[in-house]
T-cell receptor, first 114, second 108 residues
């Protein structure tokens, strides 16, 4: 009964070839997040959706885009992947609880750029 | 800008020994702090939140605003505690800043 699902778990793409990672949730949470995590580093927030409102982090490259067609799904599009974009990409969701946005994470998608 | 620092990348203790994973933060407002854990081949999951003042799996963490710290402690470590631990800070604005993590190994 996975609550946050990410597909695929492993993705290989070529340098410059657009790639889309997907995330779905069964929790009906109104907030969805995308993080990038490189080896031995902290997960870095790329952007999040609060319902349909998109919130981009200031230092997220333009190469990264996101779509959220409905409550359950959220996509991460990398328009022209570079070698430096190889990383684990984590999707998370949250719902209001005691004013604190506890996050529920998916298993991640490991992206390799060749 | 808010920042989370976990000074130890690796921490190794023997089973039954006390363990403390350090976390320091910088944020000028009132922070909301968390510890997340990732066991081998599992997803990142919440361990505890400072606002709940709870003990989960024997772990506790106290927010010390004077020292801007939120260290995670357990009096008697178990082998199943071996995992990656991340301290995280939220400013309550739908964001979360993670530390780089500490890999805890509990030896038999």
């Amino acid at each position: 009964d996975a609550m946050v699902i990410q597909n695929p778990r492993y993705q290989v793409t070529q340098f410059g070839k657009p790639v889309t990672l997907s995330c779905s949730q069964t929790l009906n949470h109104n907030v969805m997040y995308w993080y990038q995590q490189k080896s031995s580093q902290a997960p870095k927030l790329l952007f999040h959706y609060y319902d349909k409102d998109f919130n981009n982090e200031a230092d997220t490259p333009d190469n990264f885009q996101s779509r959220r067609p409905n409550t359950s799904f959220c996509f991460l599009d990398i328009r022209s992947p570079g070698l430096g974009d190889a990383a684990m990409y984590l999707c998370a969701t949250s719902a209001r609880r005691d004013r604190i946005y506890e996050q529920y994470f998916g298993p991640g998608t490991r992206l390799t750029v060749t | 800008a808010q920042r989370v620092t976990q000074p130890e990348k690796l921490l190794s203790v023997f089973k039954g020994a006390p363990v403390e994973l350090k976390c320091n933060y910088s944020y000028s407002g009132s922070p909301e702090l968390f510890w997340y854990v990732q066991y081998s081949r599992q997803r990142l999951q919440l361990l505890l939140r400072h606002i709940s003042r709870e003990s989960i799996k024997g772990f506790t963490a106290d927010l010390n605003k004077g020292e801007t710290s939120f260290h995670l402690k357990k009096p008697f470590a178990q082998e199943e505690d071996s995992a990656m631990y991340y301290c995280a800070l939220s400013t309550g604005d739908n964001d979360m800043r993670f530390g780089a993590g500490t890999r805890l190994t509990v030896k038999p």
